[in-house]
């Protein structure tokens, strides 16, 4: 492709994943842009794991402050006070992804997301959001779309034993090995907010409880006012009392919406770090894929649930951009 | 998923890891984040720079370091109040005995071969503890609970064997790139460079080879007036030029194929001065002899280019020179290492101009090294996610949740909208020899074969004993030990080379062996039925082993008519796995659909048994860069790099 070749520092470091992927693949991803939001476990993992991959460069927000739940699923911040004391989670994080690989360039961005305007993200090819609101969500997405080139836009959350990703690639042309020869395949991808507008009548009926499950919960805590994750044992009423006005007005059997599986989100929703790993392996696997135009990307959703676990994908997409 | 319940049962648990690479440091850490107080860490390993693209606790300043310390150490920086147990150690250590892991609740592998995986396994059913097994490679993965008397142990399915390819197809009729590797690496290699005493088979390859045998053996041999620029191109002619030229000369071969083409230095190098054509001295700056290159001094930087028949040739002269010169102490030890820079450019050139010969494909120099090592490709995100799911297995495990086991396999392709697939685990194989002690069947000659064939052909190599002892009713035939006197020795040498028939008591059809390794205990019988003959080609060991099971894989070149190991000293040859490697394959699953996980039904679980993908994880174990993974590695791409 673009004909620059890789250094023999590159090549000896990355030589077992050439091996997977392709120099091709390697020399795109050493000029990859990416931005993660939300620094939880989930996130810690993924940044991980690009890092190793060999990505350009990594920017981090997030201003909050680390405390002790912070820590609990989070192997990139060290559990002294003094040290992670009076520094952000992303200033924390930061600091020890660099040590990870020094070929890539890991900084922290001040400020609030979404006082970021379009110009921002056109800095960067695959941005990440985690914990964050409906409305956030939708619209980070949005200014990914508004720009001329194609950022890739993810959302990841991790709650008690379940895990769930969104990918929206907009319009994503790759190849593929298809027996002895090389294909080229383009999908069309649906919005956050166009994805989520499906009616749910129309998906398939073994769709995973999981994504239900999470609708459920996003809408509860936007109706609420709540902030993302802030919910407990005592809002377990309110959100089956939701689930049921949700099931009712979407003609879908409430069973497809266990109690038992809102009570596990509602009372447990931090990180269960084997999940974590998961969730951050798929997700990270996936911004490579998008970032080298190999192989098939998933589409749209992904879930992982410890108690039956299965790993599903669902496509989730609006009529117009086709399914 | 995370109740107090689950708390209480990881506090309490004392696990062991064997393994801290790839698998192993994504386990370590997600283990200490999920609250594990009290972590044993077995690796004999040291950390090496290819290792840092995946295995993320360690640093470039650690290569050298044992993987279990630096492992142990990065894993205490956030998680401090855990307790770590590094052993810098081989697994197979007679101290990691059947007492060392009765401490252990769970034990979790996160191994790269076989042979450990097999060990581990042993240990685990004589302690009574459950293991937690996993491997991975590229993008797929699996994790597997093996429990005594609940689920299959690691033994229970057929293992697939390392590749091995027919002499004849190495000696003189090579078809694929990897042939030419194999006969460049295990034969030409070897003989030049390795124990001149050791067998080998270079120089097969007519029907005349005995009648030229005299010839031949003076070949390899510098002559005292010749200079090392004389003898490498000597060896050049001889390998390249003549012995194709003899291969040639015996019609019967070439009949159905096309005939190879005899390389000769004045061809390949017509237009060079005969004069050295590399500088040494390029390496003149550093006295460490690991860092000699071939490519170096003739100033070739990028190992993905393929070179042209005259770059082949120049390296081959300049790496042959610089083992002479520059590793002159090492000649007559060294084995193939593939992270020795100069084996590789000298297996890569020879092997080219080899595949020039014979009208096949030649390859840069990283696609040579990863045939040749048989490195193993790997990604960081499928070692977190199949760390993440052993955690899951292992917590089950400790909470005896006996009916929420799975085996999970984690997939590059969706199936069934699945990219983790959970299946629940098999019942153990009744007829185990492992784990259930049913005897084996062993036929042999017991009127030509010596006790000494059994074990190096069956006890050793296939049912992986280290320190067996072998017993024919109350009598010891046989045992080892540090702690054994010496008339003892000598009267199970004396045993042990004496025919079956003839032995005291002797051994014949009917006769039960009794095979036990003092370190695994594991115990087996062997039922002995007599046979008078075998055939060569397909029994080549003179005997046959059955209850026990390996997945054979000896390439059939298809052509069974030509035979050209006359003189040969072995019937095949063996591509051994890389060691550093984490993967080691799903097994083709060919089971009862009652056996299938209950979340399944028949038909999705005839899809998973016709699944193209659990079928292709089977063959792909061992060479790996010849079909890439559908992922895309097209060779086609990284040869037309420009």
Redesign the interface.
């Given at each position: 492709m673009d004909?620059e070749?890789?250094t023999?520092q590159e090549?000896?470091?990355?030589?077992?994943?050439?091996?997977?992927?392709?120099?091709?693949?390697q020399r795109r991803l050493s000029k990859a842009h990416i931005l993660v939001y939300g620094m939880k476990?989930t996130v810690a993992?993924f940044c991980?794991?690009i890092v190793?991959?060999?990505v350009g460069s990594l920017t981090l927000v997030d201003d909050r402050v680390a405390t002790e739940e912070s820590l609990?699923?989070n192997?990139?911040?060290?559990?002294?006070e003094n040290v992670y004391g009076g520094k952000t989670l992303a200033e924390l994080c930061c600091d020890s992804l660099k040590?990870?690989?020094?070929m890539v360039r890991v900084l922290v961005e001040k400020g609030d997301l979404l006082s970021f305007g379009v110009d921002f993200y056109s800095k960067f090819d695959v941005v990440v959001v985690c914990c964050s609101s409906l409305a956030t969500k939708k619209l980070i997405n949005d200014k990914c779309r508004k720009l001329s080139k194609r950022v890739a836009f993810y959302t990841v959350d991790c709650k008690?034993?379940c895990g769930e990703i969104f990918v929206d690639l907009q319009l994503h042309r790759y190849?593929?090995?298809?027996l002895e020869e090389?294909i080229e395949c383009e999908l069309n991808y649906s919005s956050f907010e166009e994805a989520i507008s499906v009616p749910w009548r129309t998906l398939p009926r073994r769709a995973s409880k999981v994504y239900f499950a999470m609708r459920v919960l996003e809408s509860f805590e936007e109706a609420e006012g709540r902030k993302p994750g802030e919910i407990s044992a005592d809002d377990l009423p309110c959100v089956l009392k939701l689930k049921k006005e949700l099931c009712e007005s979407q003609s879908l059997n409430e069973s497809h919406i266990p109690d038992g599986l809102l009570e596990?989100l509602v009372t447990?929703g931090?990180e269960?770090?084997?999940?974590?790993?998961?969730i951050?392996?798929?997700l990270?696997?996936e911004v490579?894929k998008a970032i080298s135009g190999?192989?098939?990307p998933?589409k749209n959703f992904?879930f992982?649930d410890?108690?039956?676990?299965?790993?599903?994908?669902?496509d989730v997409s609006s009529s117009n951009t086709g399914s | 998923?995370?109740?107090h319940h689950h708390f209480s049962v990881i506090k309490g648990s004392k696990v062991l890891m064997v393994g801290a690479g790839g698998i192993g440091c994504?386990l370590l850490?997600?283990l200490?984040?999920?609250g594990f107080q009290d972590i044993h860490i077995i690796d004999m390993d040291t950390i090496e720079?290819?290792n840092?693209?995946?295995q993320?606790l360690f640093?470039?300043s650690h290569v050298g370091q044992s993987k279990a310390r630096v492992a142990r150490d990065a894993?205490l920086?956030?998680?401090?109040e855990i307790s770590i147990t590094p052993y810098h150690a081989n697994v197979k250590d007679p101290n990691f005995d059947v007492d060392f892991y009765k401490q252990f609740n769970v034990v979790l592998n996160g191994l790269d071969n076989l042979d450990a995986r097999r060990h581990v396994n042993r240990l685990c059913l004589a302690a009574d503890v459950p293991l937690v097994e996993s491997g991975t490679t590229?993008?797929l993965g699996q994790v597997t609970v093996h429990v005594k008397g609940k689920t299959e142990c690691y033994e229970c399915q057929p293992k697939p064997a390392p590749k091995t390819y027919p002499v004849c197809t190495i000696t003189s009729t090579p078809s694929k790139f990897v042939h030419c590797i194999v006969w460049a690496k295990e034969l030409l290699f070897a003989k030049l460079f390795g124990d001149k005493n050791q067998e080998n088979d270079l120089n097969v390859r007519s029907g005349d080879a005995a009648s030229s045998s005299n010839h031949v053996e003076d070949v390899f041999e510098r002559r005292n007036d010749e200079d090392i620029d004389q003898y490498g191109r000597r060896i050049y002619d001889h390998v390249f030029g003549y012995n194709i030229e003899m291969a040639l000369s015996n019609e019967e071969t070439w009949k159905n194929r096309n005939r190879p083409k005899p390389i000769y230095i004045r061809d390949s190098l017509h237009d060079e001065p005969t004069q050295q054509n590399g500088n040494v001295e390029k390496n003149g700056g550093t006295n460490d002899p690991s860092s000699v290159s071939a490519m170096a001094s003739l100033g070739m930087?990028?190992?993905?280019d393929i070179w042209s028949l005259k770059e082949n040739s120049k390296i081959f002269l300049e790496a042959l020179k610089l083992f002479f010169l520059k590793r002159e102490k090492e000649v007559g030890n060294l084995t193939f290492d593939k992270d020795d820079q100069l084996a590789v450019e000298f297996v890569t050139a020879a092997a080219n101009i080899r595949a020039t010969s014979f009208g096949i494909p030649l390859h840069s120099l990283?696609e040579a090294k990863?045939i040749a090592g048989n490195?193993?490709?790997?990604?960081?995100?499928?070692?977190?996610?199949i760390?993440?799911?052993i955690?899951?297995e292992a917590?089950k495990v400790l909470q005896n949740d006996t009916k929420r086991y799975?085996m999970?396999y984690?997939l590059?392709?969706?199936s069934r909208?699945?990219?983790?697939?959970?299946v629940e685990p098999f019942e153990p194989n009744k007829s185990c020899y492992v784990c259930s002690e049913t005897p084996l069947l062993l036929e042999i000659n017991t009127h030509r074969s010596k006790l000494s064939e059994i074990i190096e052909k069956i006890v050793k190599p296939k049912l992986g004993m280290s320190a067996p002892i072998i017993m024919h009713g109350a009598e010891v035939l046989y045992e080892t030990g540090d702690d054994l006197d010496e008339d003892l020795l000598a009267s199970y040498a004396a045993k042990v080379d004496k025919v079956l028939s003839e032995l005291n008591s002797p051994i014949t059809g009917g006769s039960m062996l009794t095979v036990s390794d003092l370190y695994q205990e594991l115990r087996c019988s062997i039922n002995i039925k007599h046979r008078e003959e075998f055939d060569e080609e397909k029994e080549p060991d003179g005997m046959v082993l059955s209850g026990w099971s390996q997945a054979s894989s000896v390439e059939n070149d298809g052509d069974k008519s030509v035979d050209h190991n006359a003189g040969s000293t072995s019937e095949s040859l063996t591509v051994e796995t890389e060691k550093d490697s984490e993967a080691e394959i799903v097994s083709g699953k060919k089971r009862k659909l009652s056996e299938v996980s209950e979340?399944v039904t028949p038909s999705d679980a005839q899809e998973i048994r016709a699944n193209k993908k659990l079928e292709v994880l089977d063959e792909d174990d061992d060479i790996?860069?010849l079909d890439?993974?559908?992922?895309?590695?097209?060779k086609?791409?990284?040869q037309s790099?420009?």
């Open positions: 004909g070749e890789l023999e090549t000896a470091l990355y030589d077992r994943q050439i091996r997977v992927w392709g120099a091709d693949a476990g993992e991980k794991n190793l991959a060999g609990a699923a192997f990139l911040i060290p559990p002294d040590d990870f690989n020094p008690d034993s190849s593929k090995k298809k090389t596990r447990n931090r269960f770090p084997p999940v974590c790993a998961i951050g392996g798929i990270g696997q490579i190999k192989g098939d998933l992904f992982f410890a108690m039956d676990g299965k790993g599903v994908i669902e | 998923m995370a109740s994504e850490k997600t200490a984040l999920s720079v290819s840092l693209n995946r993320f640093r470039q894993v920086k956030f998680r401090p590229g993008f930087k990028n190992p993905q990283f990863g490195i193993v490709h790997a990604v960081a995100t499928t070692n977190a996610i760390a993440g799911l955690v899951i917590i799975r999970t984690c590059e392709h969706p909208k699945m990219l983790l697939m959970p979340d790996v860069m890439g993974g559908d992922f895309g590695i097209s086609k791409k990284i790099h420009p």
